[in-house]
């Protein structure tokens, strides 16, 4: 039952991957990466990592992605444009894309990966990061915080300036 889930989490990594970058909706595209980064989050939890799949949901999908979505259909005040993919290197990339592929698949299929006899039981992991941020790295993550706010702080001085015209 793992394994099925994992395929299937795996199938909404990949596949709108490829709608990503051959839509030429860029509506259309920001909507797939939607799902990818939802598959990109059950991997996660799947292999044990729910704080960073939780995290994926929460600032990536809840946060980023929503902002793509909404700077696009605001800047665009309804004429969507199709996107070009004229590429001028799309040749070199698409072989270079195919020689990073081939030698990915070579060595994950030639190489001896470990395998555990008995699995254990997995280990929350937000409980201990959680220790962490409050414990050890507590001055470090206070740090942040406050840098995070000064920049969101001038990032809007500066668009308030830029709309009055200053």
Same mark, same amino acid.
């Given at each position: 039952?793992?394994?099925? @889930?994992?395929?299937?989490?795996?199938?909404?990594?990949?596949?709108?991957?490829?709608? =990503? #970058?051959?839509?030429?909706? &860029?509506?259309?595209? #920001?909507? %797939?990466?939607?799902?990818?980064?939802?598959?990109?989050?059950?991997?996660?939890?799947? +292999?044990?990592?729910?704080? @960073?799949?939780?995290?994926?949901?929460?600032?990536?999908?809840?946060? &980023?992605?929503?902002?793509? &979505?909404?700077?696009?259909?605001?800047?665009?005040? $309804?004429?969507? +444009? !199709?996107? %070009?993919?004229?590429? !001028? $290197?799309?040749?070199?990339?698409? =072989?270079?894309?195919?020689?990073?592929?081939?030698? +990915?698949?070579?060595?994950?299929?030639?190489?001896?990966? !470990? =395998? #555990?006899?008995?699995? $254990?039981? !997995?280990?929350?992991?937000?409980?201990? @990061?959680?220790?962490? +941020?409050?414990?050890?790295?507590?001055?470090?993550?206070?740090?942040? %915080?406050?840098?995070?706010? #000064?920049?969101? &702080?001038?990032?809007?001085?500066?668009?308030?300036? %830029? =709309?009055?015209?200053?």
């Amino acid at each position: 039952m793992t394994d099925l @889930i994992f395929n299937v989490f795996i199938l909404l990594t990949i596949i709108p991957c490829f709608w =990503v #970058a051959l839509s030429s909706n &860029i509506v259309h595209a #920001a909507f %797939s990466l939607l799902i990818t980064l939802f598959g990109i989050a059950g991997l996660y939890v799947l +292999l044990g990592a729910d704080f @960073i799949g939780v995290i994926q949901v929460i600032v990536y999908i809840g946060g &980023i992605l929503v902002l793509i &979505i909404f700077g696009v259909m605001m800047t665009q005040r $309804g004429k969507l +444009l !199709p996107l %070009s993919i004229q590429l !001028p $290197g799309k040749l070199f990339g698409a =072989v270079l894309t195919g020689v990073i592929l081939a030698a +990915l698949l070579l060595s994950a299929t030639r190489t001896l990966w !470990p =395998v #555990a006899a008995v699995l $254990g039981e !997995p280990q929350l992991t937000s409980a201990a @990061i959680g220790d962490l +941020l409050l414990g050890k790295y507590l001055i470090p993550f206070e740090i942040a %915080s406050v840098l995070l706010l #000064a920049a969101l &702080i001038g990032a809007v001085l500066i668009a308030r300036r %830029s =709309v009055r015209g200053e």
